[in-house]
């Protein structure tokens, strides 16, 4: 099994809870 990092590159103004559905967002897509 292959291992990925992936680093997310977030606008510091996003808030938490939205900054978690955009991690979401990749995880689903990958």
């Given amino acids: ?3 990925y990092e ?3 590159i ?3 103004v996003l808030s938490e ?3 978690k559905e955009t991690v ?3 995880e ?3």
């Fill in 1 to 3: 099994m292959n291992h």
């Fill in 6 to 8: 992936t680093v997310f």
């Fill in 10 to 12: 977030l606008n510091p």
């Fill in 17 to 19: 809870e939205q900054a």
């Fill in 24 to 26: 979401l967002k990749y």
């Fill in 28 to 30: 689903k897509f990958l």
